[in-house]
């Protein structure tokens, strides 16, 4: 959400079935007809939650053909917990709810765990800019993307055309990492690449940003599906780190001309 009012997320988080509606989709996502048979209610009242969730920013919904798929939209929880949070809370919150996850952690869970081998995020921002300049600014990754791999500020590229790169070069010996390979571009309105973005192992992936134009403005939508070696960790980790990618270093480079000082180093 875009404002300070978070009136419309608490009262979808007051209700018990929108909140298992949420639990659900936070292990995957599911299309309407999955998560109505999970309810004793009716497929019309099912519907009814999911509208006041979406309307809230708690769920982002995609269809494919006749189906609806809802997603799990973590950002407006962040922010709840970024304002009322404190970072000394956060640490010893983190720690007794993990005494709690360890002691009640069960053989099925484990199992659960270790089976895991694919998760999707999405995620969605507004940026107050035009498509077409979010897009530009999209492409030009030095001057929002931050790496842990290099300081230098040719680190990292994207070549904006069908069949283009996606890469880091970690210095000047040529040593780097292919991330992924553009296969789909519509200047203004969508990218799509696909590759394993920096995992490691047997991994499959498709990042996909698509741009809205809307209120005057842009909304900025982040599909990443991933298969292969992966497990909970990992999922959690690019889900922070796309949240922060975009809300933070992208959105703050669009609207207020910030740049990385790695990058910035360069102009």
């Not at 875009?2 to 996502?29: F, G, H, I, M, N």
């Not at 000047?172 to 394993?196: C, F, Q, W």
Request: proline fraction near 3%.
């Amino acid at each position: 959400m875009e404002t300070d009012d978070l009136s419309q997320v608490w009262k979808a988080l007051s209700d018990p079935t929108r909140r298992r509606v949420l639990d659900l989709l936070r292990e995957q996502p599911h299309t309407t007809g999955e998560l109505s048979a999970e309810f004793e209610v009716s497929r019309y009242a099912v519907m009814k939650h999911l509208n006041i969730l979406e309307k809230a920013g708690l769920i982002i919904v995609r269809r494919e053909g006749r189906r609806r798929w809802n997603h799990l939209n973590a950002v407006p929880l962040r922010r709840i917990y970024e304002r009322w949070v404190s970072a000394y809370e956060s640490h010893w919150a983190g720690a007794l709810l993990q005494i709690k996850r360890t002691a009640e952690h069960s053989q099925s869970a484990q199992r659960e765990a270790q089976a895991m081998d694919r998760f999707h995020i999405e995620q969605k921002i507004y940026i107050e800019a035009e498509p077409l300049q979010v897009f530009e600014a999209l492409t030009e990754p030095m001057a929002w993307w931050s790496h842990s791999f290099s300081d230098s500020p040719h680190a990292i590229q994207l070549e904006p055309r069908v069949g283009g790169r996606f890469f880091e070069v970690f210095d000047e010996s040529g040593d780097g990492a292919l991330y992924a390979v553009v296969n789909y571009i519509k200047h203004g309105e969508t990218l799509r690449m696909t590759g394993p973005m920096g995992m490691r192992g047997a991994v499959i992936g498709v990042v996909r940003f698509d741009l809205e134009l809307q209120n005057g403005g842009t909304l900025l939508a982040l599909s990443h599906r991933v298969i292969g070696e992966v497990d909970e960790e990992t999922h959690i980790g690019y889900d922070d780190g796309w949240r922060e990618l975009l809300e933070t270093h992208l959105k703050n480079f669009v609207e207020r001309g910030l740049r990385l000082r790695s990058a910035a180093s360069n102009t």
